[in-house]
């Protein structure tokens, strides 16, 4: 049974940068064949699309964040990876990573969440 | 604001039924993108609940039902039980953003 995890601080200082860890057990991240995406959700708020990663390296980002955004995947540890920079309180909330099937286009299984203070 | 609109809240008494709408346009659910239903208990991630419109994965039951029409999804819920209780969520493709969408969530309340 596919499952991720997510990891990395819980606080982070305003105008730094956050960097966080999806990794993927249960199966190989290079035989699932699929994108790999970031979610977020603002305390008491709805959920957000961050961006999307394909096993080639190749990106697609939610346009507000793009230029603040980089997502990279690590097939050696089947992890991957968010680096957000020039945080604000805005970018507290929980983060999730999921597998997103892309000819279907939905986030499927989701990792458990971590939450993300943006605070000094 | 989310590009998705959805109640903010919906309630039933337990054995009734309930549904949750999902307004879209025509960059996303008006243009074919697929809609997806996910139920989320507070404090715990969002998991699946109808894919491709009208699709339950494995383990869900048969008294939840996904719709879709023109810009606008719905999900039914049938004989509403107490552990319906969960905020949930409608999400498309939408192709202004080239990328995925969400509905700002509706609270299921069972009275």
Known sequence: QLQLQESGPGLVKPSETLSLSCTVSGDSIKNSGSFWGWIRQPPGKGLEWIGSIYLNGRTYNNPSLKSRLTITVDTSKNQFSLKLTSVTAADTAEYFCARYNSSRGYFDPWGQGTLVTVSS | ?111
């Open chain 2, 1 to 111: 604001q989310s590009v998705l609109t959805q109640p903010p809240s919906v309630s039933g008494a337990p054995g009734q039924g309930v549904t949750i709408s999902c307004t879209g346009s025509r960059s996303n659910i008006g243009a074919r993108f697929d809609v997806h239903w996910y139920r989320q208990v507070p404090g715990t991630a969002p998991k699946l609940l109808i894919f491709g419109n009208n699709n339950r994965p494995s383990g869900v039951p048969d008294r939840f039902f996904g719709s879709k029409s023109g810009t606008s999804a719905s999900l039914a819920i049938t004989g509403l039980q107490a552990e319906d209780e969960a905020d949930y969520y409608c999400q498309s493709y939408d192709s202004s953003l080239s990328g995925p969408v969400f509905g700002g969530g509706t609270k299921l309340t069972v009275l």
